[in-house]
């Protein structure tokens, strides 16, 4: 089965800027979407199709993918961007979705 | 702007029948696909499956055979029947728009229902 690996946890300063990464096979030929569950409340999505941002989500967060590898990025980090991060795709092959294993982002 | 409302009970026994009920309001119940993502205490998220508008269904293989989606569009709501649960079925449940199988984003999320399996 497909499987999507996500660091658990990934620190950050205040003000700087944050990547997480979401490793799979290929998975630049998969639709990758992102989501941020803060603390308590449920998951919302933040990023989708590997780099488009919904309405609402600020600048600061962006997407980028390659072969094996999609990132989320964090720029300018703030307190209100701790939460878990969490990648997302759909696996044709076993009619299922798959998601990360989900990254803490904690910010300093 | 979309907004998922959902209920259902909230403490079962094993062997017993989780349903739950997610209401749409704010927006098209038709033409889109409805979801259900379950995540155990501190754990990660679980896809369920998905039905659409017109009543196609398509389930996680891993809960396939205990999942039945249902919906009313009279009423803008879809729901969820888990059979046979077991404390491994212990869980926030949530509801979310997205036609997943098409590669679409869950957009849309209800707050989420906790829902606990226990003798």
């Known amino acids: 089965s497909y499987e999507l690996t996500q660091p658990l946890s990934v620190s950050v300063a205040l003000g700087q800027t944050a990547s997480i990464t979401c490793g799979g096979d290929n998975i630049r030929n998969k639709n990758v979407h992102w989501f941020r569950q803060r603390p308590g409340q449920a998951p919302a999505l933040v990023i989708y199709?590997?780099?488009k941002r919904p309405s609402g989500v600020p600048e600061r967060f962006s997407g980028s993918i390659s072969v094996n590898t999609a990132t989320l990025t964090i720029s300018t980090a703030q307190a209100g961007d701790e939460a878990d991060y969490y990648c997302?795709?759909?696996?044709?092959?076993?009619?299922?979705?798959?998601f990360g294993g989900g990254t803490k982002l904690t910010v300093l | 702007q979309v907004q998922l409302q959902q209920w259902g009970a909230g403490l079962l026994k094993p062997s017993e029948t989780l349903s739950l009920t997610c209401a749409v309001y704010?927006?098209?119940?038709?033409?889109?696909?409805w979801n259900w993502i379950r995540q155990a205490p501190g754990k990660g998220l679980e896809w369920i499956g998905e039905?659409?508008?017109?009543?196609?269904?398509n389930y996680s293989p891993s809960l396939k055979g205990r999942v039945t989606m249902s919906l009313d569009s009279s009423k803008n709501q879809f729901s969820l029947s888990l059979t046979s649960v077991t404390a491994a079925d212990t869980a926030i449940y949530y509801c979310?728009?997205?036609?997943?199988?098409?590669?679409?984003?869950?957009?849309?999320w209800g707050l989420g229902t906790l829902v606990t399996v226990s003798s």
């Open positions: 199709r590997e780099t």
């Open positions: 039905i659409s508008q017109s009543g196609s269904t």
């Open positions: 997302q795709v759909w696996d044709g092959s076993t009619a299922d979705v798959v």
């Open positions: 704010g927006g098209s119940f038709r033409g889109y696909f």
């Open positions: 979310a728009r997205g036609h997943v199988s098409f590669g679409d984003p869950f957009d849309y």
